[in-house]
């Protein structure tokens, strides 16, 4: 089994920063790539940032130039530094990987239980 758990959300005031970890474990062979997604009430979830095994990354327009996707040595860590944080980035925030598990040939989807980031004054 593959496990996901994110940590560092919570209540911060606009304009401040929260970083956001994320750590796969498990019986993983490959990861070929990780990212975080968000999902605000009412609405529909929506991918925020990836990164590759090979280390591109990309971004929802929205939170570019304010929030920085990385990664680890083990490639098994993911982060988002987030700054400047809006009222609109408050979200739960889900962490999610590609990969593949040990014995396993096809690349599956997992995601984490999710974090609660709350920006407000």
């Known amino acids: 089994q593959v496990r996901l758990v994110e940590s560092g959300g919570g209540l911060v005031q606009p304009g401040g920063s929260l970083r956001l970890s994320c750590a796969a474990s498990?019986?993983?062979?490959?990861?070929?790539?990780m990212g975080w997604d968000r999902q605000a009430p009412g609405k529909q979830r929506e991918l925020v940032a990836t990164i590759t095994s090979g280390g591109s990354t990309n971004y929802r327009d929205s939170v570019k130039g304010r929030f920085t996707i990385s990664r680890d040595n083990t490639e098994n860590t993911v982060y988002l530094r987030m700054n400047s944080l809006k009222p609109e980035d408050a979200a739960v925030y889900y962490c999610?990987?590609?990969?593949?598990?040990?014995?396993?040939?096809?690349?599956?989807?997992?995601w984490g239980q999710g974090t609660q980031v709350t920006v407000s004054s």
């Open positions: 999610n990987a590609r990969l593949k598990t040990s014995g396993e040939y096809v690349l599956r989807n997992y």
């Open positions: 498990g019986s993983i062979l490959s990861i070929n790539a």
